[in-house]
């Protein structure tokens, strides 16, 4: 077998590299599509138990916030979806309208049901990291060359 | 619908291993929706409510079987031995890859990405199938009317089981297009024709393993007074790196294939 030579494949690597790194500035929308797969999870848990309450007649916990919050959560994960694909034009300015969405979003739970402030913190966590990522990632792409 | 383009020259190597998703994911699954299913019934139960046990078991008891099957029923029915991934993308041609698309590992460039404007550039689309079942990879590039691509153009290429294989796209850049840096929108997704299959001992398993994946491919168009070439532009070729029926990878047609002459 006659290989090429070793010049020949390091050219051949840093064209691909050159190609991998717009790729991965590229993944900073991806971001937003996670973000809003894991809101999305996050609002099962309050449905779960509003279908509890609802179902099997439970008393023991304040319910009366879960309809508004579950509508609130529910509207973040559509305005997330919204946003990324809109992020194929403009990705900076989609990932930071989503991460304003976001915390705008938290800062009226915190004034209006204070009670469900801490509710599902690990995945706000989560969801605050990835649109603090896509925001990053959109801004590599966004600032001057 | 266009039928799958063949490399040159072909692979027979046949497919081998389960049809259907196995591994631990599946065993989390299969947990989970028995632990629902237990749930649901022993709630029903505590609070008299006989009339939505069948649905409960309907509704997370059948997955839970299915998914049981799956995880453990058929990897030890496919006990064959199989050969292990020759790794050429990342081991012979040291490629950075970011992800993988069920199974297959794809990266694409331009080579050379630096060009003037009338003058040929060749898209490579580079392919490896990490798994013992063939893969179908429908690669869509476009639009960009820069580069003579008016909409979208899709070409679909098979990959046998283990194969390693590389497709030129020769584009050729208008002279209208501006010089500078420039980005060809590229989507590839994979389809698995035959089933799932498992993946082969030495592939390299990405964490982020999709359906399908978008690529931004960069190239820069540098200024020139050279009118447009008048020759045609090559051919397009779809040829085979590496089988895993075969001993080791065939490196000396990617030098043909980059430059034909």
């Known amino acids: 077998m006659s290989t090429p ?14 190609s991998a790194d717009e790729q991965r500035l590229l993944s900073g929308r991806d971001w937003l599509l996670v973000a809003a797969l ?65 915390l705008v979003f938290h800062a009226a739970v915190a004034l209006f049901t204070p009670q469900a402030v801490l509710d599902s913190i690990a995945s706000k966590i989560l969801v605050l990291a990835g649109l603090v990522l896509a925001v990053r990632t959109g801004w590599l792409r966004h600032r001057p060359q | 619908m266009t039928p799958a383009l063949q490399t040159v020259p072909p692979d027979s190597t046949p497919d081998a291993g389960p049809v259907h998703r196995s591994g631990p994911l599946v065993t989390l699954f299969a947990l989970m929706a028995t632990l629902t299913a237990l749930f649901a019934t022993g709630l029903c139960l505590q609070y008299d409510r006989p009339a939505l046990i069948a649905p409960a078991l309907l509704l997370f008891g059948l997955p839970a079987l299915w998914w049981w099957w799956c995880a453990a029923w058929q990897p030890g029915r496919s006990c064959a031995t199989l050969p292990r991934s020759l790794r050429v993308l990342t081991g012979a041609l040291g490629f950075d890859l970011i992800c993988t698309c069920r199974g297959v590992a794809p990266t694409i460039f331009f080579h050379p990405d630096k060009a003037t404007a009338g003058a040929d550039l060749c898209l490579l689309v580079f392919l490896e199938n990490y798994t013992s079942r063939q893969r179908l990879v429908e690669v869509r590039a476009g639009p960009h009317p820069g580069l003579g691509l008016a909409g979208v153009q899709t070409v679909r290429l098979h990959l046998a089981a283990g194969q390693a294989a590389v497709y030129r796209w020769p584009l050729r850049p208008l002279p209208s297009l501006a010089a500078g840096s420039h980005d060809l929108p590229v989507v590839l997704r994979v389809q698995r024709p035959q089933g799932m299959g498992q993946w082969l001992p030495g592939s390299r398993r990405h964490p982020y393993n999709i359906w399908h994946t978008r690529f931004a491919v960069p190239f820069t168009l540098e200024a020139s007074d050279k009118k447009a070439l008048g020759h045609p532009l090559p051919e397009a070729a779809y ?15 990617l030098a043909r294939l980059v430059d034909p002459a």
């Not at chain 1, 030579?5 to 050219?11: E, L």
């Not at chain 1, 529910?74 to 194929?88: D, H, N, S």
């Not at chain 2, 040829?239 to 047609?253: C, F, M, N, T």
């Open chain 1, 5 to 18: 030579p070793t010049a020949f494949f390091q050219s051949l690597r840093e064209s691909q590299a050159r």
């Open chain 1, 38 to 102: 894991v809101q999305f999870l996050t609002v099962l848990y309050p449905i779960h138990r509003y279908i509890l309450s609802v179902t099997f007649s439970f008393h023991t916990e304040k319910t009366e916030h879960l309809p508004a919050l579950i509508a609130g959560m529910l509207a973040l994960v559509v305005v997330f979806v919204l946003l990324w694909w809109w992020g194929r034009y403009a990705p900076y300015r989609a990932t930071l309208a989503a991460l304003l969405a976001f």
């Open chain 2, 239 to 253: 040829l085979s790196l590496a089988s895993i029926s075969e001993k080791e990878p065939r490196l000396d047609v």
